[in-house]
């Protein structure tokens, strides 16, 4: 009789299981750090929330308006970059990523406040709008410190702000400062003045509730909050603007 091939013994589950898990963290680390790098010289024309308003109905946010035109930051007013510091993170140029102070007192406001207050810096908002989805959820705030500390690591500050300026939404359907500017004030980003720019950015943390060109009482008040500030923190340089410019994707 011929000797019969002894079967090979079938790999537990649980093993099995192990390295699929193992397989699937290992990709996620070099599909999200590969992703990140490419995005340090192409430019993301499009971001989730993009897609998301794009596909919502206008009873859930959503809008049929898009206008998104890229423009590289050296075609941004100064002005601009000012004020988005000036209203959204004044240690922009000096913190990794996060702003631990704003974010203590966020914390210490919120368990006393009944609203809500945030504590994101430039750097966060950057990594949510081109990486993530829309929704709120402590997961998704996971992802957000993780894709925050990535950009911070293989970008450049002033290729976060570029960023941060061609994808942030200016008003419903409008994303960029460019579309923004053009919209609004019937000029190029890169001409617009300090009141302009300081109106600009008090749209930023409601962009679908507020409109430059019907600017409210809180909307003026607002400005001049962050024109005073813009006063304060003088003029911003970036380290390094040796990098090239980033290709259009």
Do not use: C
Request: charged share 25%; proline share 4%; hydrophobic share 40%.
């Amino acid at each position: 009789m011929k000797n019969k091939k002894k079967a090979k013994p079938r790999t537990p589950f649980s093993i099995l299981f192990k390295r699929i898990i193992i397989y699937s963290i290992i990709t996620f680390f070099i599909t999200t750090i590969f992703t990140t790098i490419v995005f340090s010289f192409i430019n993301p024309q499009y971001t989730w929330l993009m897609i998301s308003n794009r596909l919502s109905s206008e009873q859930n946010g959503g809008s049929r308006t898009f206008m998104h035109k890229w423009v590289d930051i050296d075609k941004i007013s100064p002005n601009m970059i000012l004020a988005a510091v000036a209203a959204e993170d004044n240690k922009f140029l000096h913190h990794h990523g996060f702003d631990w102070e704003a974010i203590k007192k966020a914390w210490e406001y919120n368990r006393k406040g009944k609203k809500i207050r945030g504590a994101s810096t430039i750097s966060q908002q950057t990594a949510k709008n081109v990486f993530l989805w829309p929704n709120r959820s402590w997961i998704r705030k996971g992802f957000e410190v993780y894709f925050t500390i990535l950009i911070e690591f293989f970008w450049s500050k002033e290729r976060i702000m570029e960023v941060y300026l061609n994808v942030a939404e200016f008003g419903k359907g409008i994303y960029g400062v460019e579309s923004a500017s053009q919209i609004y004030y019937k000029k190029p980003a890169s001409k617009l003045s300090r009141y302009e720019a300081a109106m600009l950015a008090t749209v930023l943390p409601a962009p679908s509730k507020r409109n430059p060109s019907k600017p409210s009482k809180y909307m003026y008040r607002y400005q001049q909050k962050i024109l005073w500030n813009m006063k304060n923190l003088g003029k911003i340089e970036f380290k390094s603007k040796s990098k090239p410019h980033a290709k259009k994707k």
